[in-house]
Structures are given as structure tokens and as C-alpha cells.
């Protein structure tokens, strides 16, 4: 528990210190084409889930509040109730609860004026990657990149800890 708490700190801090240097420096400039074409830095506000999913419905927030506090509970029961599985599922999960916290703390206390005047509470995203010329994938942040690389690993150390069958 000791490893996925320190994994999940590193990783929250991470992703809310790139979240904060992105509002304060991106917000009202123009990107960064760090690789034009292929690796971006741009401010983009999410106010609804993975690509955008239900953006314009304000009700949404407290259901992806909801849905996140519950699942960083569902990992950290598996965490203690798998703690002997060796050093991958405590990395994993670690890397998962540090991106859920990061994402759940913008959807608590990060709001914007948006174009009609309404105050919205969101997601600060910058990470715009091209998947093929003029092709963009929608912007992401470190916590998803946590998030992702946590369930990969997960799964991995979810595989590898199966019981074998026998055989006969």
C-alpha cells in the first residue's frame, strides 16, 4: 500500500502541476506546436468526459464525481485484497487512483465562463497528439495518461497473477 500511495502522489502531483502551469500560461495564448503537426500543447476545457461525452449536460458532473469516487474505491479494495501479488498490481493502481484524483479534482473546483456566460466546472486538457496530417486526437491530459497506463498494467498484472490450470 506504502508503493501505490507514493505512485499515486507522484502522479497527482504531476498532473495537477501541468494542469495549473497549462491554465496560467495557455489558457489565453495561442499552442505550442512542439512537433508541428504531430505534438501539441493546447488549453482545451472539457466539461464532460472522454471525448467530450455528455458536455453540454450540467448534470454530468456529479455523475462523473460519482462514477470516479466509486471506482478509486473499487481499485483500492482490489489493492488490499491483492497486496501479495507482487510490485505491478500496487503500480497499477497507484498510477489509476493518482489519475482519478487529478481528474476528480478539476470536476470539483475548476469552473470557466464559457461563451453563453454560464459557469461550468471542467476538465483542463493540453495534450494534442495527430494520428495521421491534419488528424487530431482530442486533447488529453496527464491524469488520462495515468488512467491508461494504470489499466494496461492492471490487466497485465491481473493476467499474469491468474491461477494456471492443471494439467492431466
Same mark, same amino acid.
Do not use: I, M, S
Given at each position: 500500500m506504502i508503493a501505490l500511495g507514493a505512485v499515486a502522489a507522484a502522479g497527482l502531483a504531476l498532473d495537477l502541476s501541468t494542469k495549473a502551469w497549462v491554465w496560467e500560461e495557455l489558457r489565453r495564448h495561442p499552442?505550442?506546436?512542439?512537433?508541428?503537426g504531430v505534438f501539441h500543447l493546447e488549453f482545451a476545457f472539457n466539461t464532460g468526459s472522454a471525448f467530450g461525452?455528455?458536455?453540454?449536460?450540467?448534470?454530468s458532473r456529479w455523475v462523473f464525481v460519482a462514477i470516479t469516487v466509486a471506482s478509486i474505491a473499487y481499485v483500492l479494495q482490489?489493492?488490499?485484497?491483492w497486496s501479495q501479488r507482487g510490485v505491478l498490481l500496487p503500480i497499477a493502481t497507484g498510477l489509476l487512483v493518482g489519475g482519478a484524483l487529478g481528474n476528480?479534482?478539476?470536476r470539483l473546483f475548476r469552473s470557466m465562463r464559457m461563451f453563453d @456566460?454560464?459557469?461550468?466546472?471542467? !476538465?483542463? %486538457?493540453? &495534450?494534442?497528439?495527430?494520428?495521421?496530417?491534419?488528424? @487530431?486526437?482530442?486533447?488529453?491530459? !496527464?491524469? %488520462?495518461? &495515468?488512467?491508461l497506463v494504470g489499466a494496461v498494467l492492471l490487466g497485465l498484472a491481473l493476467w499474469r497473477g491468474r491461477p494456471r490450470a492443471e494439467v492431466t
Open positions: 499552442p505550442k506546436r512542439l512537433v508541428p461525452f455528455l458536455r453540454d449536460a450540467t448534470w482490489l489493492a488490499w485484497r476528480l479534482h478539476d @456566460r454560464t459557469v461550468r466546472h471542467g !476538465v483542463v %486538457d493540453f &495534450l494534442v497528439v495527430f494520428y495521421q496530417p491534419k488528424q @487530431r486526437w482530442p486533447a488529453f491530459n !496527464v491524469a %488520462d495518461v &495515468l488512467l
